[in-house]
């Protein structure tokens, strides 16, 4: 029988799923005459056949193998659309921000209201900033989970005109996930902001481009879902633990 390591670099060269054998059998009959005599290539095949019957953990390495490769490699396609956007990213004026605006690390945040995950993640995050008093935070809002996901993206940065963008973050993404024209006003009235200005505000243009042009920004960095976190070089999916963000954090403040 093949060598375990051998049957896996096969797999893994032949793109083990979704359907292991014909690309096998496919690549074996493509292969040069001179390589391999047919019986040679239907011996290899069943040889792949037998090695996955009497140990099925080669199939589930072999993935893991091709998952590994993605991965770094996705990990590299953000590295460079990171270092293509520079400043884009950090620094594009009228973003909102929260920490300390001259930290000497920013965190970048793409972020739906709505989202479960963005939301599981506000305390986390403002744990965060109440650790970290030299940590800069920008947030990119992406509203990509539908209409009211629209409604309250407009409203914190309408909100923001009032200086009240984090207020009114936190009070979207603490309240109803159906977030509405009602719930907005309701909460406007909480924080004492002119309703009318809002309205005027979320109206705007202005907003919607800024949106638009988040989710491009998304795209061109392969974002595939909610939340998202840029630290320096390096992109953070999901809901990751603040662990996580220190370690990212922390790699880039070494001298």
């Not at 009228?94 to 930290?103: I, Q």
């Not at 407009?154 to 979207?172: C, E, H, I, N, T």
């Not at 002119?194 to 309205?199: A, C, L, P, S, V």
Request: aromatic residues 4%; hydrophobic residues 45%; contains cysteine.
């Amino acid at each position: 029988m093949l060598p375990r390591l051998v049957v896996l670099a096969v797999l893994a060269l032949f793109s083990v799923v979704p359907a292991l054998f014909q690309s096998v059998q496919a690549q074996a009959t493509q292969a040069p005459r001179s390589s391999f005599t047919a019986a040679q290539r239907a011996e290899i095949v069943e040889i792949l056949r037998t090695a996955l019957r009497t140990d099925p953990s080669i199939l589930r390495d072999a993935v893991a193998v091709l998952q590994n490769a993605d991965g770094e490699r996705e990990a590299n396609d953000a590295r460079e659309a990171i270092a293509r956007l520079g400043t884009v990213l950090t620094h594009t004026p009228g973003d909102p921000v929260a920490g300390n605006p001259d930290g000497d690390v920013t965190l970048v945040e793409f972020y739906d209201m709505r989202c479960p995950y963005c939301r599981r993640m506000l305390q986390p995050m403002a744990a965060l900033l109440a650790q970290d008093r030299k940590l800069r935070v920008v947030y990119k809002d992406i509203p990509i989970l539908g209409p009211a996901s629209v409604i309250g993206a407009r409203a914190a940065l309408a909100a923001g005109r009032q200086g009240a963008y984090l207020k009114m973050r936190d009070a979207m993404m603490t309240g109803p996930a159906d977030i509405t024209q009602d719930v907005v006003r309701a909460a406007s009235a909480r924080l004492g902001l002119d309703w009318d200005r809002m309205q005027r505000d979320m109206a705007d243009p202005a907003i919607q481009a800024r949106l638009d042009e988040n989710i491009q920004l998304a795209h061109r960095l392969g974002i595939q879902g909610t939340p998202a976190y840029i630290v320096g070089d390096q992109m953070l999916p999901g809901a990751v633990t603040v662990a996580e963000l220190q370690t990212a954090i922390g790699s880039i403040r070494k001298p």
